[in-house]
């Protein structure tokens, strides 16, 4: 059998698993602070009219779903530094981990841009809205959750034994991916429209 597969169908498993509890988070704030017809979609939540709600209120919902999914990726690295690098923690925390990757390249660019006086147009990621809508720096913010693709890898790359790094690194990249593509592409869009 393959060294790779207890990597790959945990990581499987979880992809979709994480997007939904993300978006979950989003939806249960939105509710908490007085949205009153947010709508859960398969990756997105329409929080619905906003009249009368202050704009913190919309950040609040934005930020939600981050920090969800930074709790996962964060608690499971934990789980991992201090008992041990099983296919499921470092499943949960690199496939919570993942939603932060595209937040990469893109703050390595806007630093770059910032250092010689320019700047990018503003990104449509959740955690730069958040930060605008509550007054804080959208950039910082998400340059903030960038760093948790970062503390993921050096987390589970020190604790797997070097020998298992390789099948361990492919199982977890192969079942992140094809996780997230069955989700998107189709039990997502069949289960929650």
């Known amino acids: 059998m393959d060294r790779s597969f207890p990597w790959a169908t945990w990581s499987l498993m979880l992809a979709p698993v994480t997007i939904v509890l993300h978006e979950l988070g989003h939806l249960l704030v939105a509710r908490a602070v007085g949205f009153p017809n947010p709508t859960l979609h398969f990756n997105s939540v329409d929080p619905g009219t906003a009249a009368g ?3 913190a ?18 608690g499971a690295c934990a789980w991992i530094f201090w008992r041990a690098a099983s296919p499921w923690a ?10 932060f990757v595209v937040g990469v390249p893109y703050t390595i660019v806007n630093v770059g841009a910032w250092l010689i006086g320019s700047q990018l147009a503003p990104p449509e990621f959740d955690e730069y809205k958040a930060g605008v809508a509550l007054a804080w720096s959208g950039d910082a913010l998400l340059a903030g959750t960038s760093l948790i693709p970062v503390v993921v890898f050096w987390t589970v790359n020190r604790r797997l034994r070097a020998g298992e790094r390789a099948a361990a690194w492919s199982g977890l990249l192969i079942g992140t991916t094809v996780g997230w593509a069955i989700w998107l592409l189709g039990a997502g869009p069949a289960l929650l429209p």
């Open 53 to 55: 709600l202050p704009p």
């Open 90 to 99: 470092t499943a949960l925390a690199v496939t919570a981990a993942s939603r």
């Open 57 to 74: 209120a919309l950040g609040l919902a934005t930020l939600a779903g981050p920090l969800v999914s930074a709790a996962l990726a964060l």
